[in-house]
């Protein structure tokens, strides 16, 4: 288990480091610059900006130093928002993204599994069809096509939901949250049911659920004490995937959704040039990512006892 | 003479192929009286452990059962599901050929016993736990409290299977079948196993099934011996009596391809052609036959009664 | 009848081999071919139908829902230009994307899983602790910088998008080229002295293209998923130019005054990518029914 562990941090810090430097040297390579792009600068002024902000080293420097503040956990001033660190900007807007992302994964998770469960008990009949069919469609209809038809059915015709996630004072609401949640935890409702289905199927085809069935068990005991936690198995190596793809999926849903998360940022900030804070949210989300790996390893752990001696 | 724990009568397995039906089982009979140890014995795919399956309830989907089987008198198949489960891990258990796969690996060796008595005896977790430390004690594992903490990869082969087999005689069920129990096993601790199985007959569970495809093993431990073969009866007699007076060619068969210390001499002769199932009616064993006759294509062999309790499903001995 | 549902029918078994055997295996499966014709058909002749072309402009009919009458079928966005040409050329593009972006990833997985795992070894590890690190990095962002800062050229969007999706097929066909580098006829043709790239281009990826085949038809939808995300942060393609993405993201803003700015191009999208995945679901099963069957005939 610690070897997993530390496995895990080996390929972590290179993964962040290629993150980083990449990141870099895309946004650099990029014609266009943060100054000259909106607003006309004199070109002396631009100048002194960019000596303001180092941008005037090579590029070499200007990565190492980059590297150096990050490791000191600064990200840098945004040179968009002008009087803002890239920091600050992440920690006001990541709030609002780590609730939808988590509500929207814990949805995904249990109904996925539920719907998973419940497809294997009986393979080939009504509820598999069903089941299989809506995760189908939730793998195939994007979030942007199914966010603004929710917001038309439910806000516009039914008027039942707010169509925006944020109050009039900028504040969330539960309520306006709801749509965003399900619209973001569609897909990976579908892929986690998908997964638990096959898995438990090939789980209550093994030789132990066999001799399960010849104790005598009930149906409930066999499903959830013998067949779940391993069925569980490839959903749990699944949420690292999931936690990118919710990440990604958050940008579009704070779009649509109007919410003032860390998401809307990204777009915004590279149509910007806004260097520090382009790379800094993918520095961020790099890490969250990794965090989620590191996440999905230790419930690997918890769940399988042979991996817990090793 | 005892009275009849179980009552076979011309049971029949048909499981879903691709290419249709396929007559795992076929109008198979034979009894077990209380005490007594029957051995069926026959190569892969002559239907000894859908037998088996059948009569747990356990056949795959899409099966289908017929015939009879009768546990003290009370009828199995065609039970409904509910009822079924109520006699499984009570009244009939089972021991699987493989321990390292019949025990959940996620689950600690406690789990897997004392949730038997707390579905079947409605124990609370504490006598269970104790009831089944006990069980371990009794099929030979000493260290039992440590046993009940660990998981089933923290075993050895022998204890894993020690393991199944208390598991299955926790509530000491009248019927215990055993299918192929040692053949995953090293030879020294098959011989272990063997003589757990005898020892605890009588005392921990009233009369077993041992299905293996190894005469050497019925030689060892059983009383009676049924021989199948392509899902049908082929021979039923004592022990003793089938070793030395087997009459079925497919019985006689099996016995020459077996090592002899007595008569090393003689030799091995295996048994020609592959195991299959000719299609048709007939004797299944027919293309395999050194005797074989002309009716034995067109029908099927009837039960002769060569001698008290020796039964034989051949037409050489026939009234031509 | 003792059914204890312990066994596993995922799908129907095919009674033979062949397109007959994969179209009887359901009735969706039938269903969903017939729609995708349908839609290539629609997409790529129903333009010439219409006497609107894609960039024209209709002051007579702006923002107007679907009629007979004045031949916009699908309705006018708010620009008065006819919906239903611009739904199919878009259409055109995102198929087209679909199919470049995954030549490109099949390309790119296809030779470096092959080379990995033909060469073994180190080099074999060194490269697959590459595609490790690779796949622990949030590509969608990548693809959208590169869209960014580089302006959106078609070219660069196959490229981008065809480089997301390369990780999997990379691993699906070291794993391949491993099981079959020790077959026999891999070993004569070693000891002919064929060379390497040779060996890799004639023996190695011709038997494994059933699963190559398998993973890149689950890989089409998937890249035209990713192009329309993009389209629809209005990082995709460029007006005159359109797709499916881009016209859902104009109709998700004019939804409530034009619901039919929204509704044509997402159920064609929806339809559209239902129908691939439900395919590429169907020919998994089939490959692996038709694998298993040969196996249990050898």
Same mark, same amino acid.
């Given at each position: 288990?610690?070897?997993?562990?530390?496995?895990?941090?080996?390929?972590?810090?290179?993964?962040?480091?290629?993150?980083?430097?990449?990141?870099?040297?895309?946004?650099?390579?990029?014609?266009?610059?943060?100054?000259?792009?909106?607003?006309?600068?004199?070109?002396?002024?631009?100048?002194?900006?960019?000596?303001?902000?180092?941008?005037?080293?090579?590029?070499?420097?200007?990565?190492?130093?980059?590297?150096?503040?990050?490791?000191?956990?600064?990200?840098?001033?945004?040179?968009?928002?002008?009087?803002?660190?890239?920091?600050?900007?992440?920690?006001?807007?990541?709030?609002?993204?780590?609730?939808?992302?988590?509500?929207?994964?814990?949805?995904?998770?249990?109904?996925?599994?539920?719907?998973?469960?419940?497809?294997?008990?009986?393979?080939?009949?009504?509820?598999?069809?069903?089941?299989?069919?809506?995760?189908?469609?939730?793998?195939?209809?994007?979030?942007?096509?199914?966010?603004?038809?929710?917001?038309?059915?439910?806000?516009?015709?039914?008027?039942?939901?707010?169509?925006?996630?944020?109050?009039?004072?900028?504040?969330?609401?539960?309520?306006?949250?709801?749509?965003?949640?399900?619209?973001?935890?569609?897909?990976?409702?579908?892929?986690?049911?998908?997964?638990?289905?096959?898995?438990?199927?090939?789980?209550?085809?093994?030789?132990?659920?066999?001799?399960?069935?010849?104790?005598?068990?009930?149906?409930?005991?066999?499903?959830?004490?013998?067949?779940?936690?391993?069925?569980?198995?490839?959903?749990?190596?699944?949420?690292?995937?999931?936690?990118?793809?919710?990440?990604?999926?958050?940008?579009?849903?704070?779009?649509?959704?109007?919410?003032?998360?860390?998401?809307?940022?990204?777009?915004?900030?590279?149509?910007?040039?806004?260097?520090?804070?382009?790379?800094?949210?993918?520095?961020?989300?790099?890490?969250?990512?990794?965090?989620?790996?590191?996440?999905?390893?230790?419930?690997?752990?918890?769940?399988?006892?042979?991996?817990?001696?090793? | 003479?005892?009275?009849?724990?179980?009552?076979?009568?011309?049971?029949?397995?048909?499981?879903?192929?691709?290419?249709?039906?396929?007559?795992?089982?076929?109008?198979?009979?034979?009894?077990?009286?209380?005490?007594?140890?029957?051995?069926?014995?026959?190569?892969?795919?002559?239907?000894?452990?859908?037998?088996?399956?059948?009569?747990?309830?356990?056949?795959?989907?899409?099966?289908?059962?017929?015939?009879?089987?009768?546990?003290?008198?009370?009828?199995?198949?065609?039970?409904?599901?509910?009822?079924?489960?109520?006699?499984?891990?009570?009244?009939?258990?089972?021991?699987?050929?493989?321990?390292?796969?019949?025990?959940?690996?996620?689950?600690?060796?406690?789990?897997?016993?004392?949730?038997?008595?707390?579905?079947?005896?409605?124990?609370?977790?504490?006598?269970?736990?104790?009831?089944?430390?006990?069980?371990?004690?009794?099929?030979?594992?000493?260290?039992?409290?440590?046993?009940?903490?660990?998981?089933?990869?923290?075993?050895?082969?022998?204890?894993?299977?020690?393991?199944?087999?208390?598991?299955?005689?926790?509530?000491?069920?009248?019927?215990?079948?055993?299918?192929?129990?040692?053949?995953?096993?090293?030879?020294?601790?098959?011989?272990?196993?063997?003589?757990?199985?005898?020892?605890?007959?009588?005392?921990?569970?009233?009369?077993?099934?041992?299905?293996?495809?190894?005469?050497?093993?019925?030689?060892?431990?059983?009383?009676?011996?049924?021989?199948?073969?392509?899902?049908?009866?082929?021979?039923?007699?004592?022990?003793?009596?089938?070793?030395?007076?087997?009459?079925?060619?497919?019985?006689?068969?099996?016995?020459?391809?077996?090592?002899?210390?007595?008569?090393?001499?003689?030799?091995?002769?295996?048994?020609?052609?592959?195991?299959?199932?000719?299609?048709?009616?007939?004797?299944?064993?027919?293309?395999?036959?050194?005797?074989?006759?002309?009716?034995?294509?067109?029908?099927?062999?009837?039960?002769?009664?060569?001698?008290?309790?020796?039964?034989?499903?051949?037409?050489?001995?026939?009234?031509? | 009848?003792?059914?204890?549902?312990?066994?596993?029918?995922?799908?129907?078994?095919?009674?033979?081999?062949?397109?007959?055997?994969?179209?009887?295996?359901?009735?969706?499966?039938?269903?969903?071919?017939?729609?995708?014709?349908?839609?290539?058909?629609?997409?790529?002749?129903?333009?010439?139908?219409?006497?609107?072309?894609?960039?024209?402009?209709?002051?007579?009919?702006?923002?107007?829902?679907?009629?007979?009458?004045?031949?916009?079928?699908?309705?006018?966005?708010?620009?008065?230009?006819?919906?239903?040409?611009?739904?199919?050329?878009?259409?055109?593009?995102?198929?087209?994307?679909?199919?470049?972006?995954?030549?490109?990833?099949?390309?790119?997985?296809?030779?470096?899983?092959?080379?990995?795992?033909?060469?073994?070894?180190?080099?074999?590890?060194?490269?697959?602790?590459?595609?490790?690190?690779?796949?622990?990095?949030?590509?969608?962002?990548?693809?959208?910088?590169?869209?960014?800062?580089?302006?959106?050229? /078609?070219?660069?969007?196959?490229?981008?998008?065809?480089?997301?999706?390369?990780?999997?097929?990379?691993?699906?066909?070291?794993?391949?080229?491993?099981?079959?580098?020790? @077959?026999?006829?891999?070993?004569?043709? @070693?000891?002919?002295?064929?060379?390497?790239?040779?060996?890799?281009?004639?023996?190695?990826?011709?038997?494994?293209?059933?699963?190559?085949?398998?993973?890149?038809?689950?890989?089409?939808?998937?890249?035209?998923?990713?192009?329309?995300?993009?389209?629809?942060?209005? /990082?995709?393609?460029?007006?005159?130019?359109?797709?499916?993405?881009?016209?859902?993201?104009?109709?998700?803003?004019?939804?409530?005054?034009?619901?039919?700015?929204?509704?044509?191009?997402?159920?064609?999208?929806?339809?559209?990518?239902?129908?691939?995945?439900? /395919?590429?679901?169907?020919?998994? @099963?089939?490959?692996?029914?038709?694998?298993?069957?040969?196996?249990?005939?050898?």
């Amino acid at each position: 288990m610690l070897r997993l562990i530390r496995h895990r941090l080996l390929v972590a810090v290179p993964t962040l480091l290629v993150l980083v430097v990449l990141a870099f040297v895309l946004m650099r390579l990029a014609p266009g610059s943060p100054f000259s792009s909106e607003r006309n600068l004199p070109p002396s002024v631009e100048e002194n900006l960019n000596a303001r902000y180092g941008l005037d080293d090579s590029l070499g420097e200007q990565l190492l130093r980059y590297l150096g503040n990050l490791a000191r956990g600064d990200f840098g001033p945004s040179l968009y928002y002008s009087d803002h660190d890239v920091a600050d900007l992440i920690r006001e807007g990541f709030p609002t993204s780590l609730r939808l992302g988590l509500a929207a994964m814990i949805l995904a998770l249990g109904a996925g599994v539920t719907a998973g469960i419940a497809a294997a008990r009986r393979p080939g009949g009504m509820l598999d069809h069903l089941l299989m069919g809506v995760a189908i469609a939730g793998i195939s209809v994007p979030n942007f096509v199914v966010a603004p038809l929710l917001i038309l059915v439910f806000a516009v015709w039914l008027g039942w939901l707010p169509a925006s996630g944020a109050g009039p004072d900028a504040s969330l609401t539960a309520a306006g949250m709801v749509l965003p949640v399900v619209a973001l935890a569609l897909p990976q409702f579908a892929y986690v049911a998908r997964l638990t289905r096959a898995s438990m199927l090939e789980v209550l085809d093994s030789s132990y659920i066999l001799a399960a069935r010849a104790k005598g068990l009930p149906e409930r005991t066999i499903l959830l004490r013998h067949g779940l936690r391993p069925a569980l198995l490839p959903v749990v190596s699944y949420l690292g995937p999931a936690t990118a793809a919710v990440i990604t999926g958050s940008v579009v849903i704070e779009e649509i959704f109007g919410l003032p998360g860390l998401g809307r940022y990204f777009v915004q900030a590279a149509l910007n040039r806004d260097y520090f804070l382009v790379l800094g949210v993918v520095v961020f989300y790099g890490l969250l990512v990794v965090i989620a790996n590191l996440l999905v390893d230790l419930c690997y752990g918890l769940l399988d006892p042979r991996v817990q001696r090793q | 003479m005892s009275e009849l724990l179980l009552e076979v009568e011309d049971l029949g397995v048909s499981l879903p192929t691709s290419s249709g039906q396929l007559h795992a089982v076929d109008s198979l009979g034979f009894s077990l009286r209380e005490g007594e140890l029957l051995g069926i014995v026959g190569e892969s795919g002559s239907g000894k452990t859908q037998t088996a399956l059948a009569l747990m309830g356990l056949t795959p989907a899409g099966s289908r059962v017929s015939g009879s089987a009768r546990l003290d008198g009370e009828e199995l198949i065609g039970r409904p599901e509910a009822e079924l489960n109520d006699l499984r891990g009570d009244r009939i258990a089972m021991v699987f050929q493989d321990p390292q796969a019949a025990l959940n690996p996620y689950l600690r060796i406690g789990v897997q016993l004392t949730e038997v008595l707390e579905q079947h005896r409605e124990l609370d977790a504490v006598t269970a736990a104790k009831r089944a430390t006990e069980m371990l004690q009794a099929v030979g594992l000493d260290d039992s409290e440590r046993c009940m903490r660990s998981y089933p990869h923290q075993l050895s082969g022998g204890m894993r299977q020690r393991v199944t087999i208390a598991i299955a005689l926790l509530c000491r069920p009248r019927l215990l079948i055993a299918d192929e129990p040692t053949t995953a096993l090293d030879v020294t601790v098959q011989a272990q196993i063997l003589g757990l199985l005898r020892v605890l007959k009588g005392s921990h569970y009233g009369a077993g099934l041992l299905i293996t495809h190894d005469l050497a093993v019925v030689a060892e431990i059983c009383d009676r011996v049924l021989v199948m073969y392509g899902g049908k009866p082929m021979e039923l007699a004592a022990v003793d009596r089938l070793f030395h007076n087997g009459h079925h060619p497919y019985t006689r068969a099996l016995l020459r391809s077996l090592p002899r210390l007595d008569r090393p001499e003689s030799g091995l002769v295996p048994i020609p052609g592959q195991p299959g199932r000719p299609t048709g009616a007939g004797c299944p064993f027919r293309p395999r036959c050194a005797e074989r006759l002309e009716q034995c294509a067109a029908v099927v062999p009837p039960r002769l009664d060569i001698a008290p309790g020796h039964l034989s499903y051949c037409h050489r001995s026939g009234p031509n | 009848m003792s059914a204890a549902g312990n066994s596993v029918a995922v799908g129907a078994t095919p009674a033979g081999s062949g397109w007959r055997a994969f179209f009887n295996q359901s009735r969706g499966v039938r269903v969903c071919s017939c729609l995708l014709l349908a839609i290539a058909v629609l997409v790529v002749f129903g333009p010439l139908l219409s006497p609107y072309a894609i960039d024209q402009v209709d002051w007579q009919h702006i923002a107007e829902g679907p009629s007979w009458s004045s031949g916009h079928w699908f309705g006018t966005d708010n620009n008065g230009r006819d919906l239903y040409v611009r739904t199919l050329r878009g259409g055109q593009i995102s198929l087209l994307v679909g199919i470049c972006a995954t030549a490109i990833s099949l390309l790119i997985g296809v030779s470096y899983g092959a080379i990995a795992g033909y060469a073994g070894g180190r080099i074999d590890q060194v490269m697959m602790r590459m595609v490790d690190v690779l796949y622990a990095m949030p590509f969608m962002f990548f693809v959208i910088l590169l869209m960014v800062l580089f302006g959106r050229n /078609l070219l660069l969007m196959f490229i981008a998008i065809g480089a997301i999706n390369w990780l999997d097929m990379a691993r699906i066909v070291r794993g391949q080229t491993l099981s079959l580098k020790h @077959r026999e006829f891999v070993d004569a043709a @070693r000891a002919l002295g064929v060379p390497a790239a040779d060996i890799i281009r004639r023996h190695i990826v011709p038997n494994m293209m059933n699963v190559v085949v398998v993973y890149a038809s689950l890989a089409v939808p998937q890249m035209i998923l990713v192009e329309s995300f993009l389209s629809f942060l209005g /990082l995709g393609v460029q007006e005159p130019m359109t797709s499916w993405g881009q016209l859902v993201s104009l109709g998700a803003r004019e939804m409530e005054s034009a619901p039919w700015m929204l509704l044509f191009p997402a159920s064609f999208l929806a339809v559209t990518l239902y129908c691939l995945n439900v /395919l590429g679901d169907a020919l998994r @099963r089939y490959n692996d029914a038709l694998a298993g069957s040969l196996r249990g005939a050898a």
